[in-house]
């Protein structure tokens, strides 16, 4: 058997919601015919022929009046299952992946749908900023780790509120963005500098990704190419929690305090 007829039996299955109906039926309990027929809502033509075209395949046996799934037929379908599965996440999940590849996070691939997804849509523009500044809230007592390319009032705010309720900070943030936060951001920058709760680092590259994380939640945030916050990935998994320590230790041990920064400025 060649990988063209491996193809080939896999087209023919996902070529109609019919086949794959009728398969997954019998892959529950051996069917007869009419019994498929009232299953799939098909007519008994539509069933005998798919029928026919499973036993080719050795897909299904025909066994005491009743069809039965193969040890394949098993294989085959559960194979195919898996595949609608991951083409699912591949929809849902697949913008945030495609964000964080384009930047080269090498964000690990059996993590992307280890968590909930908060998603910028044309209904709702200020989703994945709106929940990046309610976890910024929720972490008020915690110790919070961030970096952000970006710096917006919104953001500023929210780490206030955390530092007043008892939070400790340590952000790394965007070289691009510091002298706009200084300019634009004067009392938070004076905080950031001042309060020993709240420690800033300068990275000397671009950040093209976000991190956060407190207590046993952590975040990945992917940009869109105009550094808008687009999605919003927070998970309580263990790989997405070392991952983002593991990111957010390289970005902290590249970085320069903010305010030798300032001094140098």
């Known amino acids: 058997m060649t990988a063209d007829d491996g193809h080939d039996g896999a087209q023919y299955l996902a070529g109609s919601p019919v086949r794959v109906a009728m398969l997954r039926a019998i892959r529950e309990e051996p069917r007869r015919p009419a019994d498929l027929t009232a299953a799939v809502d098909a007519t ?32 085959v379908h559960d194979a195919y299952e ?15 992946a495609a964000d964080l590849e384009r930047v080269g996070a090498d964000f690990p691939p059996s993590a992307i749908d280890a968590g909930e997804l908060t998603v910028a849509a044309d209904r709702n523009p200020l989703a994945a900023v709106d929940r990046l500044t ?18 917006i009032q919104q953001f500023n705010d929210a780490a206030a509120e955390a530092i007043d309720a008892g939070a400790e900070i340590e952000l790394v943030i965007d070289r691009d963005v510091v002298e706009e936060s200084i300019a634009e951001f004067g009392p938070a920058t004076d905080r950031a500098l001042h309060d020993d709760r709240a420690k ?12 956060f994380r407190y207590d046993d939640v952590a975040c990945v945030t992917a940009y869109d190419r105009r550094n808008n916050p687009r999605c919003v990935l927070e998970s309580t998994d263990q790989a997405v929690i070392e991952w983002v320590n ?4 390289s970005f902290v041990s590249e970085a320069q305090c903010l305010s ?5 400025a």
């Not at 800033?200 to 991190?211: F, K």
């Not at 030798?260 to 140098?264: H, K, M, S, T």
């Open 44 to 75: 008994r033509t539509t069933v005998q022929r798919i029928l026919s075209g499973f036993g080719e395949r050795d897909w299904v046996v025909k066994r005491d009046a009743a069809y039965r799934v193969t040890p394949t037929g098993k294989r």
């Open 82 to 96: 898996a595949l609608l599965d991951e083409v699912e996440v591949a929809d849902r999940y697949g913008q945030f």
């Open 134 to 151: 309610e976890l910024l809230r929720e972490g008020g007592g915690s110790e919070i780790f961030a970096v952000s390319p970006v710096v």
């Open 200 to 211: 800033v680092y300068v990275s000397p590259e671009p950040i093209e990704y976000g991190l």
């Open 246 to 249: 593991d990111r957010f230790e």
């Open 260 to 264: 030798g920064v300032v001094e140098n």
